[in-house]
């Protein structure tokens, strides 16, 4: 009798550490996902900022030292990067740019608390319809106290191509 | 005898209580990065959507319909993926001579998820890629739902869109 209780003792504790194993696993899934979809919001509040002007919402995007090479020269620092935002095309209140992006072309990869992130800017100018600039991010992001920053971000020229 | 019977209380005791409290813990942010991990799973249709559109890929977009999804358009409403298929492959981004390529106004991307079910809204520009200039803007509201394990379209109502920041 003693002997057949702790035999379903034991197969029961199997059952409930294989359980746990199989969703452990489909957790860990999920994780990366809702890291990918958190990484994915930098993108859209990126498009969103630029857009809108919103250069504080911009400047939510990046790490305390965060850097920013744009066309061979690399910032320093939220106040530098801040600087070259200020001045940069998308918030100048005379261009009404809407800023798009193919989807289909953003790469997030996630390795723990840090992560890249490649997405394109496609600005268009509303008022005659043309794509006024076009340009690309690479960026390394990491999550810092709970938050998905870009902590380094270089800007490429792109072509338009389906 | 008693002490036996004490022994195995408290192991129980000792497995329960940070079991439970673990449970707790984990169910709480699990019901979360579970939500997280959905709404990323159908904002993939409409990153496939835009893929399909822009490789003229028509296999790629018919796989994101369900079998029995609805498309409003124009006025008119058409039923099941062989009709949906028809009015894709006639379409603008389809033909050989369109060199378009289908961007989103990502920040307008709209999702909803509640169980199985859910609704994904997003905008494609297409912009000609010979000439720089958008030359069409839709809009999609869109019924989804998780099927087989699988998040697709059930239903595709399409709408006029200006562009503006």
């Not at chain 1, 003693?2 to 029961?12: C, D, F, N, Q, S």
């Not at chain 1, 600039?133 to 999550?143: E, I, L, T, W």
């Not at chain 2, 124009?74 to 949906?84: H, R, S």
């Amino acid at each position: 009798m003693k002997r057949l209780v702790v035999t379903a003792a034991l197969i029961g504790l199997g059952v409930l550490i294989a359980g746990y194993g199989a969703w452990a696993k489909s957790g860990t899934n999920d994780q990366k996902l809702a890291d990918l979809y958190k990484i994915d919001q930098i993108e859209k509040t990126w498009h969103k900022a630029a857009s809108r002007k919103n250069v504080d919402l911009m400047m939510t995007l990046w790490a305390p030292k965060a850097t920013f090479t744009i066309a061979g020269k690399t910032y320093n620092g939220k106040k530098a990067i801040r600087q070259v935002f200020a001045k940069a095309g998308p918030f100048q209140p005379q261009n009404h740019w809407e800023s798009d992006t193919p989807a289909y072309k953003i790469r997030i990869t996630v390795n723990g608390d840090r992560g890249t992130l490649y997405f394109e800017c496609h600005y268009i100018d509303v008022d005659t319809q043309k794509v006024a600039a076009a340009v690309g991010a690479d960026q390394d992001v990491q999550k810092i106290n709970g938050r998905w920053l870009i902590t380094k971000a270089i800007a490429s020229s792109v072509t338009l191509k389906p | 005898m008693a002490l036996q019977k004490l022994l195995i209380v408290g192991a129980v005791v000792a497995i329960a209580v940070p079991a439970a409290a673990h449970g707790t813990t984990k169910r709480s942010s699990s019901v979360n990065v579970g939500r997280l991990a959905t709404l990323y799973q159908i904002d993939q249709l409409e990153v496939k959507w835009h893929k399909a559109t822009s490789k003229k890929d028509l296999a790629l977009l018919m796989s994101l319909f369900a079998p029995s999804v609805t498309l409003g358009i124009n006025g008119t409403t058409l039923v099941g993926k062989a009709a949906v298929r028809k009015v894709f492959a006639k379409a603008a981004p389809f033909q050989p001579q369109n060199h378009w390529e289908s961007d989103t106004p990502a920040y307008k991307i709209r999702v909803t998820v509640d169980g199985n079910r859910g609704t994904l809204y997003f905008e494609c520009h297409y912009v000609d890629v010979d000439t720089g200039k958008v030359v069409a803007a839709v809009g999609g509201d869109n019924d989804v739902r998780r099927i087989n394990g699988k998040w697709l379209f059930t239903k595709l109502v399409s709408s006029s869109v200006t562009l503006k920041p």
